[in-house]
T-cell receptor
Framework: GAGVSQSPSNKVTEKGKDVELRCDPI?????LYWYRQSLGQGLEFLIY????????KSGLPSDRFSAERTGGSVSTLTIQRTQQEDSAVYLC????????????FGPGTRLTVL | KQEVTQIPAALSVPEGENLVLNCSFT??????LQWFRQDPGKGLTSLLL?????REQTSGRLNASLDKSSGRSTLYIAASQPGDSATYLC?????????FGKGTTLSVSS
């Protein structure tokens, strides 16, 4: 596609429910990143996928967070047993091959946990 | 741990002014510095990428510089316009991911 796409654009859920957020990277980009933007916290790294390598999960805040990337393209970020502090905008980015390449961001998914 | 600081946090200028946004980082091992623009409720738009072998990049009215020795980058916006109003984020990369500053919110009045 022309850019990184994410769905849904908004998600409202109740505390304790599981949610799945989807990211479609730019076609041909092998690197995919998830970030989270919380009020007052700025943007923080969550997880990184590069090709078929094991993902870098060093930014995941708890074991309730997980992510998959199927076929080297689409990625799903799953948050289990959501908490109110999970409310944030979740942003996905992709780059041509990771490393020093420019990252391009999607529009984000705004998650609200009631 | 890499930290990125942006000064000022907010800036208001009249249309037509030239302005400079500042970004400083603590890790000299940084090899990328990327500037983004974020409009309210939107994602990030990449403006400029400066790689470690470069000292500056230009795109239209924007010029970004990188001084690794002093740990600083600046984004220069010439002849500002109301459409430039947005939050500008700088991000440094010294490992896998980008480390972001908290941004400078720019307001350009007509």
């Amino acid at each position: 596609g022309a850019g990184v796409s994410q769905s849904p654009s908004n998600k409202v859920t109740e505390k304790g429910k599981d949610v799945e957020l989807r990211c479609d990277p730019i076609s041909g980009h092998t690197a995919l990143y998830w970030y989270r933007q919380s009020l007052g916290q700025g943007l923080e790294f969550l997880i990184y996928f590069q090709g078929n390598s094991a993902p870098d999960k060093s930014g995941l805040p708890s074991d309730r967070f997980s992510a998959e990337r199927t076929g080297g393209s689409v990625s799903t970020l799953t948050i289990q047993r959501t908490q109110q502090e999970d409310s944030a905008v979740y942003l996905c980015a992709s780059s041509f091959s990771g490393g020093s390449n420019e990252q391009f961001f999607g529009p984000g998914t705004r998650l609200t946990v009631l | 741990k890499q930290e990125v600081t942006q000064i000022p946090a907010a800036l208001s200028v009249p249309e037509g002014e030239n302005l400079v946004l500042n970004c400083s980082f603590t890790d000299s091992a940084i090899y990328n510095l990327q500037w983004f623009r974020q409009d309210p409720g939107k994602g990030l738009t990449s403006l400029l990428l400066i790689q470690s072998s470069q000292r500056e990049q230009t795109s239209g009215r924007l010029n970004a510089s990188l001084d690794k020795s002093s740990g600083r980058s600046t984004l220069y916006i010439a002849a500002s316009q109301p459409g430039d109003s947005a939050t500008y984020l700088c991000a440094g990369q010294a490992g896998t991911a980008l480390i972001f500053g908290k941004g400078t919110t720019l307001s350009v009045s007509s």
